[in-house]
């Protein structure tokens, strides 16, 4: 069975940083896609990064591109995502999501483990 455990977040005021990191057991094979996805309120679910376990092959939405860095600790079945120079449109709640077959890594439709979610709010 798979499981995605959050962990980090919080709230910070504007130009600071955050880290988030989500811990994946239960998957028998790899490679497999993961990826944070955020969620305001009033909004949709949008892809921020994504990272290929086992791969080094990495990807970002344009709104995080030179600020967020997504990375893994293989050893630890850990991904992480670095937040820096936050800005209070960065407010949302994260998820991390995960799945073996993803065409489209920013599409939230393409993964079916996910997260529980975390809050991270930026003030100004």
């Known amino acids: 069975q798979v499981q995605l455990v959050q962990s980090g977040g919080g709230s910070v005021q504007a130009g600071g940083s955050l880290r988030l990191s989500c811990v994946a057991s239960?998957?028998?094979?790899?490679?497999?896609?993961m990826a944070w996805f955020r969620q305001a309120p009033g909004k949709e679910r949008e892809g921020v990064a994504s990272?290929?376990?086992?791969?080094?092959?990495?990807s970002y939405a344009d709104s995080v591109k030179g600020r967020f860095t997504i990375s893994q600790d293989n050893a630890k079945n850990t991904v992480y995502l670095q937040m820096n120079s936050l800005k209070p449109d960065d407010t949302a709640i994260y998820y991390c999501?995960?799945?073996?077959?993803?065409?489209?890594?920013?599409?939230?439709?393409?993964?079916?483990?996910w997260g529980q979610g975390t809050q991270v709010t930026v003030s100004s």
């Open positions: 999501a995960a799945d073996a077959y993803v065409s489209r890594w920013a599409d939230p439709s393409d993964y079916n483990y």
């Open positions: 239960g998957f028998t094979y790899r490679p497999y896609r």
């Open positions: 990272i290929y376990i086992g791969g080094v092959i990495t």
